[in-house]
């Protein structure tokens, strides 16, 4: 069956955005008294829950009720210090067009906050280009969950004929969660996953650029294999 629906993650695959992401966690840990992260160790939490990342840039020493406390911090930072280093992959927009004119439904899930997403969104011009936005705020459950799938995305999307999902992402979750909710799995080598857990979780797809989904897509329904 044809590909019909595609869920893309954010972070590290419809947008460049560790710079942002490494200044509001080197801030709030600074302000909780935990030392600074460097680059490398706070790229290889993108992909995990604000909460997770937390916790493994801290040791484990930050816990509930501080936690919260520290991603509520962090997401108020994210207007003024994340929002002026993001920016979408090149291709970002003429991807999405042509996703839409192939009449793929898409859908955009990111561990975000529902207000600093949007604000992106609108940042980016692409607010109207999803059918689907679910942030951190929407959504019960987070990837790999199979449940986001299947409780959250599966009744909402729109299907005017039978046809398979993909998983779009950089990291070894978005993998897994295509893997745990039976889906087709793409990942992203130009984001932030660590390219040997990836590989070893033998995705369905790989892209080297955003640019090149379309046409990934386009072969695999024109000729039954995925290709970048």
């Not at 520290?70 to 210090?81: C, E, N, Q, S």
């Not at 993001?86 to 561990?111: C, D, K, M, Y």
């Not at 640019?211 to 995925?226: E, K």
Request: proline content about 4%; some cysteine; overall charge neutral.
């Amino acid at each position: 069956m044809p590909i019909n629906t595609v869920i893309l993650d954010f972070d590290g695959t419809l947008a460049s955005s560790l710079e942002g992401i490494f200044a509001c966690m080197q801030e709030t840990l600074a302000h909780y008294g935990f030392n600074q992260p460097k680059l490398e160790e706070v790229r290889h939490t993108v992909g995990l829950t604000l909460e997770e990342s937390m916790h493994r840039l801290t040791q484990g020493r930050s816990r509930e009720p501080q936690t919260s406390e520290m991603v509520a911090f962090y997401r108020a930072l994210h207007t003024a210090k994340a929002a002026p280093l993001t920016r979408p992959f090149e291709g970002a927009h003429a991807a999405l067009a042509e996703l839409r004119a192939q009449g793929i439904f898409t859908v955009l899930v990111s561990n975000k906050g529902r207000a600093g997403l949007h604000q992106l969104l609108d940042q980016f011009a692409l607010s109207n280009a999803f059918d689907l936005i679910l942030s951190a705020e929407d959504t019960a459950f987070r990837k790999p969950d199979a449940r986001l799938y299947t409780e959250q995305i599966a009744p909402r999307v729109n299907r005017s004929h039978s046809g398979q999902t993909v998983v779009i992402g950089d990291t070894e979750t978005d993998i897994l969660f295509a893997k745990n909710a039976g889906l087709l799995s793409c990942w992203a080598t130009y984001g932030y996953g660590d390219p040997e857990r990836c590989t070893r979780l033998s995705p369905s797809l790989r892209i080297t650029t955003l640019a090149g989904l379309p046409r990934a897509i386009s072969q695999f329904n024109g000729q039954g294999v995925l290709s970048s």
